[in-house]
Nanobody, 115 residues
Framework: QVQLVESGGGLVQPGGSLRLSCTVS????????MGWYRQAPGKQRELVAS???????NYCASVKGRFTISRDNAENTVYLQMNSLNSEDTAVYYC?????????WGQGTQVTVSS
């Protein structure tokens, strides 16, 4: 059983920063992608950023230049550094790991951007 444990969400003022972390409960082998999704009230869940084993990254247009995804394979952890946050970034953020036909999700962490 693979579990994803997220941390780092919270309340931040516009223009502020947060760093999300997600640790996988057991070592994964082979090719797998790690990423972050978010879901705002009344909206569909959307991909925010993803990263491959080799470090190739992908970002949605609204966060490019503000968010940075990284991973530590030795620690089975993926990070999302979020800078210049604005109210449209308010959402529940979910960690995701994809390996072949398997798709694992974290429980979600709330990020609220408000003054």
């Amino acid at each position: 059983q693979v579990q994803l444990v997220e941390s780092g969400g919270g309340l931040v003022q516009p223009g502020g920063s947060l760093r999300l972390s997600c640790t996988v409960s057991r070592r994964l082998y082979g090719i797998y992608y790690m990423g972050w999704y978010r879901q705002a009230p009344g909206k569909q869940r959307e991909l925010v950023a993803s990263i491959s084993n080799g470090g190739s990254t992908n970002y949605c247009a609204s966060v490019k230049g503000r968010f940075t995804i990284s991973r530590d394979n030795a620690e089975n952890t993926v990070y999302l550094q979020m800078n210049s946050l604005n109210s449209e970034d308010t959402a529940v953020y979910y960690c995701n790991v994809k390996q072949g036909s398997s798709n694992y999700w974290g429980q979600g962490t709330q990020v609220t951007v408000s003054s």
